[in-house]
Structure formats: structure tokens, C-alpha cells
């Protein structure tokens, strides 16, 4: 019988390891029940202990709350810095304890030996405390860095919610070589994970150290790098689609279930809790399930591969596996409570999330601000009077925009510190008198449609937003070089008759203070980036205007609670906005005022599918409802 083309005599065909993976994972009881607790104590036990931790070192190292403007002195200081490496040493121990335990699970499995949930701990964390040889404390940041990037789905998730602020972006995005270089280091991270792949097999089961096993994970897999990662690509692939197919089936029969068995519309609240829990039980499972999926396609491939070069596997007896005995009653006990407890601890933290309906409970809506970022800049030039024309026609409820001084004392609206970005002119705002700036455009870098567009004043901005009724987010910059900036401000809102329609905003809190000693009538903001703590009561701060990535439904309460209002930037993906909309924050600052004018507008969001709910429950029969609810999930 020929081979599969590009197959060696000794490799796995995809059929034999699909279904050798499946018949290893179906068969673990003592697997499930290692994954299981150990997700657990993560979630109920290490996850506090580090919160606290982190609230230790934040008041060890005289502060008390962390923001943009103190965590340099944070991570100066001895506290922060020895939580940091503690942080990130912990969790290094924790997956590799995880995986290390998998491994040699799997590796045992393959030759007729099951280990319980207790073996495998013991065989993770005996691998696990190698770490601390000096020859392996670089599998720290392979651990960290490269690993995850052998799970080609959280690949996916990593693009989908990691976040870098806008000013690192920026930045990169203006510098051509430095965006490259990003480039060129992703790329090599992704290599490097393929090529050391297996180092985590030749680790934990043939006991060499990181270097070793780096090596060793490169010459393994000499020639047949390209067929590694298609195999590891198909199996995780098969695993997302199996998951979401039955997932939908699953939610598909609660739905028509609910329908037939419980009357009127208690079937669809019924349905509808029966959902949220749904999602909190199938997000453990997929917690449970992930690594160890991940971890024997990789033993598979190692024992494959090993196969090929004809090299003589590990026997079970040189890798000294911890023996158990059958289990005493009052052990098994134990290990029930011990579960009991954790779980306690878990919904301690998971009832309240579920209450509040993060996982699926359909809410009530509400209707924060829509804040157009630097005028309605997806259509137009940033900080134009194009920009702010267009964002009111598209009915923003408020403009953010960005002031400067110039030379010459002058207020324009510019948001770097330099023109050379929007106006080609590689001159510092300080540098610069307002009738140079009367010669500059800032149109043509967006498109040649709004060449000419000039440079506004604040002055131009106020008098707009007085005429048509709209509110500013005034924001702040700082070069340092300011003279009387807060008081100009302040004399020139008061003189538009803008005083109960402008709030001033800064990443600088000496800038707020200021604004308040010239004008205590005015409303301020506090710009982070980062925020963690007791920041509420910041005395000269009326609000806080968070990035996205920060904002939490504990911190709009808090933040409420203490009477102060949270804006919410950058948000412009459609689901973002709808989440922040159900966290009732106060406002939300983006870049496609179109659409967020919509979806916050759409009292409908929720509303509309709740009436489709009773439409479903209550108004037809349960075929009709069938054939519909497919209907509906096949054409979507």
C-alpha cells in the first residue's frame, strides 16, 4: 500500500492520529479530575491570592491605587518589582506543572498506563521544580511568550481581544522599520514555536535540561517542521468546529425543549437561565479540555516522529511515575471536600457575574453619551471642522477633541506635539506662531478630497459647539512648555457661555487641579490608561475616562458609588459598544459615531429579542417553532 504523499514509513496518517488523540482523551477519569481541580484552585484560590498580593506591594510601595502617572514609581519601587517577577515566575510554574503533568500523562497513556488526578500532579510538579536550575530559567519566557502560540486558537483570541493603547500603535504605524521589526519578532515568536515544540516532551520525559531540549525539539522535527504544523492546525481546528457544532445543538434543543415542556413565556425565562449556565459550565469544560487536547496531539506527533528516525522511546520504568494505591475512603473524602471548597470559592466569585448576566443574562438597555474622537474621524481628517460637522450629522452627543499652546500663547486643536504627521511640517507646537499655523492644512494626509482643510483654533471649536448645541471633551495636552494654559481655558469657556457644557479632560492631574483653582464650576476628567485601586476619590477629578480594555461592570459601580462618571475610549467594534452600553457607563468615546449613534440608540437591542423570545413561547406551535428556530440558525 503506498503512503500518503510527503509521508514517511513510522508517521501518523491524519485518520490514525485523530483517532488515537480521542481514544487517549475519552478514556482519563483521573484526567478530567486533575484539569478540573486544578482550574478551580486557579479560579477560587491563586487568582485572589495574587489580587491581594498585588494590593500588598500597590500599598507596600506608598500608593494606593495604580494610574497612568504612578506606575513608573510602581515598578521602581522594590514591591513592584518583586511582584512582577513573582507574578510571572508563578504562573511560568503553574503551566509548566500543567504541562509537564499532561505530557507525561499522555506519554503513559500511549503505552497502557492510566495515572490518577494525584500521579499527575506529582509528575508535573517534580518536572516543574527543574525550572529553578540555572540551566532552565530561560524556559521562563518560553513559557510565557511561546507556548501559547503552539494553541493556534488562542492565536485567534489574543487578536481578538489584546488591546495595545493607540500611543503604541501610533507610534509604530509612523515609523515604517519599526513597524517591520514587530513584524519580523511575531514572525520569529511563531517560529520558534513550531521549531521547539516538543521541547516540553524532551523535558518532562527524557529529563534534559531547556537547552538540551530546544535543541533536541529542532532536530526532531528536521525537514518535517510544515507537516507538524498542518497536523497541529487540522486537530485544533476539528476541536473549535466539533465544539461550536454541538455547542448550537446543544442551545438549539434547550431552546425547542423549553418550548414544548414549559408553558407560556416561563419557558423562555426558564430557557433563558438555563443559557447563562450553560455558557458558565461550557467555559470550565473548554478550560478543562484545551490544554490536554493541545498536549497529546503534541505527545502524538513526539512518539510519531521518534518513530521515523528510529530512535528508542523512554521505557515507562526509567521515568520513576508516582505509584498510587487504591484510594482510602477518607481520602476520597477529602478530595470531595477539597472540591466542595473550591467550587464554594469559585461561585463566590461566578454567581455574582452570572447574576449580573455576564454570561448571557439579558439585560435591561441604557443610553450613555456618544462621543465622537476627534470629531467623527473614520469620515473625516482628526480635530477638522470637517470632522465636527460631520460627527453632527451624525448626532453625536459630544465632541472630543485635543487643545494645544502655541509660541505665541494661541489655543489650536492638534493631538501630537508635533505637525509632521498631519500637516508633513516637522515643527513642534511650541516652536510655531498661530499665523505660521494659518499656513498649514491638515486634510491631505487623510485624503485629497479634504485638501486645504486648515488647522482649527479652540475658539473656531467653542463657537461651533455653542451654535449647534453640542457638548466638548476638551482634553489637555502638556509639552512642558505651557504658560497659563488651565486659566486661558478656563476665561475662554466662560466667555463662550460654555461652562455647563464643556468637560475638561487630561492624563496629567496637575492640569486638572489647575482647571479647578481657575474655575471650580468646571467639570474635569482623569485620562488613564491604566487603572487598578482606590482611585475614586482623586480630589480635583470629576470623572474618569478609562480605556476600554480596563473597564470593568465592578468599576462603573464603584465609580457610581462614589459619584463620579466614567467615559469609556476607544470602542468602535459593534459588540464592545453594546457591552459597554448593558454596563450603563456614562460615556462612550469612538471613532464611528455612525454606528454607535445606532446601536445605542436602538432601545431595540435587547428589547427586540426578548419579543422574538415570546413570539417564539407563546405564539406558535412547537413545529412551527422547530422549523423556524432552524430556519433562522442555517441561514445565519
Given at each position: 500500500m503506498s503512503l500518503p504523499k510527503g509521508k514517511r514509513p513510522g508517521e501518523l496518517s491524519v485518520r490514525t492520529f485523530f483517532r488515537e488523540n480521542i481514544r487517549l482523551l475519552k478514556g482519563g477519569r483521573g484526567l478530567l479530575r486533575f484539569e478540573l481541580l486544578y482550574k478551580l484552585a486557579a479560579v477560587g484560590v491563586?487568582?485572589?491570592?495574587?489580587?491581594?498580593?498585588?494590593?500588598?506591594?500597590?500599598?507596600?510601595?506608598?500608593?494606593?491605587?495604580?494610574?497612568?502617572?504612578?506606575?513608573?514609581?510602581?515598578?521602581?519601587?522594590?514591591?513592584?518589582?518583586?511582584?512582577?517577577?513573582?507574578?510571572?515566575?508563578?504562573?511560568?510554574?503553574?503551566?509548566?506543572?500543567?504541562?509537564?503533568?499532561?505530557?507525561?500523562?499522555?506519554?503513559?497513556?500511549?503505552?497502557?498506563?492510566?495515572?490518577?488526578?494525584?500521579?499527575?500532579?506529582?509528575?508535573?510538579?517534580?518536572?516543574?521544580?527543574?525550572?529553578?536550575?540555572?540551566?532552565?530559567?530561560?524556559?521562563?519566557?518560553f513559557l510565557?511568550?511561546?507556548?501559547?502560540?503552539?494553541?493556534?486558537?488562542?492565536?485567534?483570541?489574543?487578536?481578538?481581544?489584546?488591546?495595545?493603547?493607540?500611543?503604541?500603535?501610533?507610534?509604530?504605524q509612523e515609523r515604517w522599520w519599526l513597524l517591520l521589526l514587530v513584524l519580523a519578532a511575531l514572525f520569529l515568536l511563531f517560529f520558534l514555536s513550531l521549531r521547539w515544540v516538543f521541547s516540553l516532551c524532551f523535558f518532562s520525559i527524557e529529563g534534559e535540561s531547556f537547552s538540551q531540549a530546544r535543541r533536541s525539539s529542532a532536530e526532531l522535527q528536521k525537514g518535517r517542521m510544515p507537516r507538524v504544523c498542518g497536523m497541529l492546525l487540522l486537530w485544533q481546528g476539528a476541536l473549535l468546529a466539533g465544539g461550536l457544532l454541538c455547542y448550537l445543538v446543544f442551545l438549539g434543543a434547550a431552546l425547542l425543549l423549553s418550548k414544548a415542556f414549559v408553558p407560556?413565556?416561563?419557558?423562555?425565562?426558564?430557557?433563558?437561565?438555563?443559557?447563562?449556565?450553560?455558557?458558565?459550565?461550557?467555559?470550565?469544560?473548554?478550560?478543562?479540555?484545551?490544554?490536554?487536547?493541545?498536549?497529546?496531539?503534541?505527545?502524538?506527533?513526539?512518539?510519531?516522529?521518534?518513530?521515523?528516525?528510529?530512535?528508542?522511546?523512554?521505557?515507562?520504568?526509567?521515568?520513576?511515575?508516582?505509584?498510587?494505591?487504591?484510594?482510602?475512603?477518607?481520602?476520597?473524602?477529602?478530595?470531595?471536600?477539597?472540591?466542595?471548597?473550591?467550587?464554594?470559592?469559585?461561585?463566590?466569585?461566578?454567581?455574582?457575574?452570572?447574576?449580573?448576566?455576564?454570561?448571557?443574562?439579558?439585560?435591561?438597555?441604557?443610553?450613555?453619551?456618544v462621543i465622537a474622537h476627534r470629531g467623527d474621524s473614520k469620515g473625516a481628517p482628526e480635530n477638522t471642522m470637517a470632522a465636527f460637522r460631520l460627527a453632527l450629522e451624525n448626532d453625536a452627543d459630544m465632541i472630543e477633541l485635543d487643545v494645544q499652546q502655541l509660541a505665541d500663547g494661541s489655543l489650536i486643536l492638534l493631538h501630537d506635539s508635533s505637525f509632521r504627521r498631519t500637516a508633513g511640517v516637522s515643527r513642534n507646537v511650541w516652536e510655531v506662531t498661530l499665523p505660521e499655523v494659518q499656513e498649514m492644512e491638515v486634510g491631505s494626509w487623510y485624503s485629497a478630497d479634504y485638501a486645504g482643510e486648515p488647522v482649527p483654533t479652540f475658539e473656531e471649536a467653542l463657537a461651533f459647539a455653542r451654535e449647534n448645541g453640542l457638548r466638548l471633551n476638551v482634553e489637555l495636552k502638556s509639552t512642558g512648555r505651557e504658560q497659563g494654559l488651565e486659566e486661558q481655558v478656563a476665561v475662554l469657556i466662560r466667555e463662550y457661555g460654555m461652562t455647563d457644557s464643556c468637560v475638561i479632560t487630561s492624563q496629567q492631574y496637575r492640569l486638572l487641579k489647575g482647571i479647578k483653582e481657575a474655575d471650580p464650576d468646571l467639570v474635569t476628567g482623569y485620562i488613564l490608561s491604566v487603572a487598578y485601586g482606590a482611585f475614586y476619590d482623586l480630589e480635583y477629578a470629576d470623572l474618569f475616562s478609562i480605556r476600554n480594555d480596563f473597564v470593568t461592570e465592578s468599576m462603573v459601580r464603584s465609580l457610581h458609588d462614589n459619584g463620579k462618571r466614567l467615559y469609556v475610549w476607544t470602542v468602535n467594534d459593534d459588540a464592545d459598544i453594546e457591552r459597554f452600553a448593558d454596563m450603563h457607563v456614562d460615556g462612550i468615546i469612538t471613532d464611528n459615531v455612525d454606528l454607535a449613534r445606532r446601536l445605542v440608540d436602538a432601545p431595540a437591542t435587547n428589547d427586540k429579542l426578548l419579543d422574538a423570545f415570546e413570539r417564539f413561547f407563546t405564539g406558535d406551535s412547537f413545529s412551527q417553532s422547530a422549523k423556524r428556530f432552524w430556519k433562522f440558525m442555517f441561514r445565519r
Open positions: 491563586l487568582v485572589p491570592t495574587a489580587l491581594a498580593l498585588l494590593n500588598l506591594s500597590i500599598r507596600m510601595a506608598g500608593l494606593t491605587y495604580l494610574t497612568d502617572d504612578n506606575l513608573g514609581r510602581y515598578f521602581s519601587h522594590p514591591a513592584g518589582i518583586l511582584f512582577a517577577v513573582g507574578l510571572c515566575v508563578g504562573w511560568g510554574l503553574y503551566n509548566l506543572v500543567e504541562l509537564s503533568g499532561l505530557t507525561l500523562y499522555f506519554y503513559a497513556a500511549g503505552q497502557g498506563r492510566r495515572m490518577a488526578a494525584r500521579q499527575i500532579f506529582t509528575a508535573g510538579f517534580r518536572c516543574a521544580v527543574r525550572l529553578f536550575r540555572p540551566r532552565n530559567l530561560w524556559m521562563l519566557p510565557l511568550a511561546v507556548v501559547p502560540l503552539t494553541i493556534f486558537p488562542l492565536i485567534l483570541v489574543y487578536a481578538a481581544t489584546v488591546q495595545v493603547p493607540e500611543v503604541v500603535t501610533r507610534y509604530i407560556g413565556t416561563m419557558g423562555m425565562f426558564f430557557f433563558i437561565d438555563l443559557f447563562q449556565w450553560c455558557n458558565l459550565g461550557l467555559l470550565l469544560l473548554g478550560l478543562c479540555v484545551a490544554m490536554p487536547a493541545c498536549s497529546i496531539a503534541i505527545c502524538q506527533l513526539y512518539l510519531s516522529l521518534k518513530r521515523v528516525r528510529k530512535e528508542r522511546a523512554v521505557p515507562l520504568r526509567a521515568l520513576s511515575l508516582p505509584r498510587g494505591r487504591a484510594l482510602e475512603s477518607r481520602v476520597k473524602w477529602g478530595i470531595g471536600l477539597t472540591l466542595l471548597a473550591l467550587s464554594v470559592l469559585n461561585v463566590g466569585y461566578i454567581f455574582p457575574s452570572v447574576s449580573r448576566g455576564d454570561f448571557g443574562m439579558l439585560e435591561g438597555f441604557s443610553t450613555p453619551l
